[in-house]
């Protein structure tokens, strides 16, 4: 069993099966599978997201694994990826208790609670109407190269995310949202991945989610550029040189997605 609390959880759970104190935890449910349950709670004030992993059966590993799905098995994944997020110097959740019970990873029960970030809002809300209102090029530009550097620094620090859209990065509003002044944090790891080295497979399938949720926000070429160099943090010249097979990949995955948004909506 592994087991991590900070305060307030480490004096709410004092003498009690940490296990079954989250299990107790109330508030407003997100999310309810048969194998996980996310909810926000607040304790004394303070605002905390939950997200309880109880095992999803090994006919729902094999599914997963038939049809070329890597499966989540647990809070584990999502506490190693912040445990390394923070340790590059990514801007994201914090977690403030941790418990993995059991070896059996069909049956496996395991829970992470992370401080809420509030007030936030998501870059998807934020430039929902862009298209039709364009923002300041100077803040547009801080905004894509403060993403480029965060998706960069998380690769480099050998972290895929797997559901790296823009949805996915939180613009803190509680400072003015100018460029020099902007904070973003990144969100919802529960899928991400932690290795040595990303593998550029993985690292490709995250610029090409994050390239097709950002298709309709207005972007120029010159903004892609701008991106690029960032996240390469090397000269454009050498990036379109040596990059080339990526992105032309990353065009023909962004728009595959997308034709397939516009068939199914929600439903993808």
Request: with cysteine.
């Amino acid at each position: 069993m592994k087991l991590i609390l900070a305060e307030p959880f480490k004096r709410l759970w004092a003498g009690r099966d940490p296990f079954d104190a989250v299990e107790a935890l109330d508030g407003e449910v997100y999310r309810e599978l048969e194998g996980r349950r996310t909810l926000r709670t607040e304790v004394a004030g303070d605002g905390y997201f939950v997200k309880i992993h109880r095992g999803i059966g090994w006919g729902e590993i094999f599914k997963n694994l038939f049809s070329a799905k890597l499966p989540v098995l647990g809070a584990g994944q999502e506490w190693r990826a912040l445990e390394r997020l923070h340790q590059a110097g990514v801007p994201t959740m914090t977690a403030v208790a941790f418990g993995e019970r059991g070896s059996n990873p069909a049956t496996q029960h395991s829970f992470i609670v992370t401080e809420e970030l509030a007030p936030t809002i998501s870059l998807e809300d934020f430039s929902l109407d862009w298209q039709r209102q364009p923002p300041a090029p100077g803040l547009k530009h801080a905004l894509i190269a403060e993403v480029a550097k965060m998706t960069g620094t998380m690769h480099r620090a050998g972290v895929n995310h797997r559901d790296c859209y823009i949805c996915h990065f939180l613009l803190h509003t509680d400072r003015p949202i100018v460029p020099g002044q902007l904070k973003l944090s990144l969100i919802d790891l529960h899928r991400a991945q932690t290795r040595a080295r990303i593998s550029r497979r993985w690292r490709d399938k995250d610029l090409a989610a994050l390239y097709f949720s950002a298709l309709d926000i207005g972007l120029t070429r010159r903004d892609k550029l701008r991106f690029l160099r960032g996240y390469f943090q090397r000269p454009l010249r050498e990036v379109l040189r040596d990059e080339a097979a990526l992105l032309a990949f990353l065009e023909r995955k962004a728009q595959k997605l997308y034709a397939r948004k516009q068939r199914y909506g929600d439903a993808l």
